[in-house]
């Protein structure tokens, strides 16, 4: 952005003027032609985030990501007007190396499919300091981190995470059906094994259920939560450390509630719309919960006012 040397004399302020303007959007040019192959959204072909934000489910919230965070940015929004233009050249190596990692990842050399996105993240970042300074990352570095709730994780890691807790699911809903008269449930694998009035049935919990995306999701949702308001600290490293709890939590009882449909009321319940219903429930359940504690957090400490001068009775 431009120098404007007037307003603080010594240390320049970003000056949203028609050449700061020109510049950024010269500068955003470069960067959606450099980085078009992931960002491409025009059908037939779509760019790799597009087309997985399109065709997975689990990563269907992509596009509400960068919304969510330019409203960051506008909250910050004066804040950052009033940053100092310094140390400009730290953008400009953090954009040569996002650069340098990119052309490195699509010659094919290295092993995980995450070096592309993870090297356009670097040159935003470049392109951001490069622009305003480094200063202004005090304020645009929870924006510019909110943005990797956008990306995927790479599908090694993902499903290794999720094997786990499919069994962890299937495990807690065998536990909690078996307390019911009569019925007997048995985790096989990442599957359950039902005995009910002398019928045996199996139903699967698919990588779906594992409870992934609601985990991913709710951290999303959560950061917002909790960085929107002010709060102390304290209470923002409590209220990002339950987002997986709760959702993992929440999940426990989408797969144990599906299951005891699928036994008790029609198999039909645990696929389907009735079955998106439900998750969708539970994931509403789950922010509840979310809202519920910042809501005791914030009574946990009372912070105490000081008396105006004229409620004060002096006593002789």
């Known amino acids: 952005?431009?120098?404007?040397?007037?307003?603080?004399?010594?240390?320049?302020?970003?000056?949203?003027?028609?050449?700061?303007?020109?510049?950024a959007v010269v500068l955003g040019a470069a960067f959606v032609a450099v980085f078009w192959e992931l960002l491409d959204f025009i059908p037939p072909k779509l760019g790799l985030l597009v087309h997985t934000w399109v065709y997975q489910t689990d990563w269907s919230h992509g596009p509400l990501?960068?919304?969510?965070?330019?409203?960051?940015?506008?909250?910050?929004?004066?804040?950052?007007?009033?940053?100092?233009?310094?140390?400009?050249?730290?953008?400009?190596?953090?954009?040569?190396?996002?650069?340098?990692?990119?052309?490195?990842?699509?010659?094919?050399?290295?092993?995980?499919?995450?070096?592309?996105?993870?090297?356009m993240m670097i040159a935003l970042a470049g392109v951001i300091v490069f622009l305003c300074g480094l200063p202004i990352m005090r304020y645009a570095w929870l924006p510019w981190l909110y943005l990797f709730f956008a990306i995927p994780i790479p599908q090694r890691i993902y499903f290794a995470l999720t094997d786990p807790l499919r069994r962890m699911a299937a495990t807690v809903a065998s536990v909690v059906l078996s307390l019911w008269p009569g019925l007997d449930a048995v985790r096989v694998g990442s599957n359950l094994q039902f005995t009910y009035n002398g019928q045996?049935?199996?139903?699967?919990?698919?990588?779906?259920?594992?409870?992934m995306r609601g985990t991913v999701v709710l951290c999303a949702i959560g950061v917002a939560v909790t960085f929107m308001s002010d709060r102390p600290w304290w209470q923002r490293v409590v209220l990002l450390l339950l987002c997986v709890p709760i959702a993992t939590f929440c999940n426990?009882?989408?797969v144990t509630t599906t299951c005891w449909l699928y036994v008790f009321v029609d198999p039909k319940y645990a696929h389907g719309t009735p079955h998106t219903i439900l998750?969708?429930?539970?994931?509403g359940f789950a922010f509840a919960i979310f809202?519920?504690?910042?809501?005791?957090?914030?009574r946990l400490v009372v912070e105490?006012?000081?008396?105006?001068?004229?409620?004060?009775?002096?006593?002789?």
Do not use: H
Request: glycine share 8%.
């Open 65 to 119: 990501i960068p919304l969510f965070s330019a409203y960051l940015v506008y909250q910050k929004w004066d804040a950052i007007r009033r940053c100092k233009i310094r140390f400009t050249w730290i953008g400009l190596i953090l954009l040569l190396l996002g650069l340098a990692l990119f052309l490195w990842s699509l010659s094919g050399r290295l092993p995980f499919g995450y070096a592309q996105p993870f090297a």
């Open 304 to 316: 105490e006012t000081e008396p105006d001068e004229d409620e004060v009775t002096e006593v002789s």
């Open 252 to 254: 426990f009882i989408r």
């Open 279 to 283: 998750g969708l429930a539970v994931m």
């Open 291 to 298: 809202l519920a504690v910042g809501w005791v957090l914030d």
């Open 200 to 211: 045996t049935s199996y139903i699967g919990v698919a990588d779906a259920c594992s409870g």
């Open 1 to 23: 952005m431009a120098a404007n040397p007037a307003t603080t004399p010594g240390r320049w302020q970003i000056c949203f003027d028609r050449t700061a303007k020109l510049k």
